[in-house]
Nanobody, 124 residues
Framework: QVQLVESGGGLVQAGGSLRLSCAAS????????MGWFRQAPGKEREFVAA????????SYADFVKGRFTISRDNAKNTVYLQMNSLKPEDTAVYYC?????????????????WGQGTQVTVSS
C-alpha cells in the first residue's frame, strides 16, 4: 500500500500563490506516476496536472497552463504543485494521486492511490 498526505492548502487572495505538497510513503517503488486533481462544490473531480515518475514528462489541464507547475523530489518521495496567479475559480479541494502505470496519467481511473485532499480557497 501507498499512503499520500497533502499539505499546503489555505486561503489566498486572487493573484496570489500557494504550493501544495504530497508526500508518499509505503510501497513507493510501485509508483510510476503522480498527479493532482481538484473538485469544486457541485462539480466533478477534474484533472489538473500529472507527472511521470520514470520519464519526468508532465501534462497540464488547459485552464492551469502557464500558472501551475508540477514538480517532484525523488529523495523525499514528494510531488509539488506550485500555483501562481490564482483565480477564484481555482477554489476547490485538491487531491494528490499516485499510479502504478507507466506514463503521464490524465484520468482519475488510472490512479491507484489517493490522498485525503486539501482545501484551496481563492478570494476575489
Amino acid at each position: 500500500q501507498v499512503q499520500l498526505v497533502e499539505s499546503g492548502g489555505g486561503l489566498v487572495q486572487a493573484g496570489g500563490s500557494l504550493r501544495l505538497s504530497c508526500a508518499a510513503s509505503g510501497r513507493t517503488l510501485n509508483i510510476y506516476a503522480m498527479g493532482w486533481f481538484r473538485q469544486a462544490p457541485g462539480k466533478e473531480r477534474e484533472f489538473v496536472a500529472a507527472n511521470s515518475w520514470s520519464s519526468g514528462s508532465t501534462s497540464y489541464a488547459d485552464f492551469v497552463k502557464g500558472r501551475f507547475t508540477i514538480s517532484r523530489d525523488n529523495a523525499k518521495n514528494t510531488v509539488y504543485l506550485q500555483m501562481n496567479s490564482l483565480k477564484p475559480e481555482d477554489t476547490a479541494v485538491y487531491y494528490c494521486a499516485a499510479g502504478r502505470r507507466l506514463g503521464v496519467l490524465l484520468n482519475s481511473y488510472e490512479y491507484d492511490y489517493w490522498g485525503q485532499g486539501t482545501q484551496v480557497t481563492v478570494s476575489s
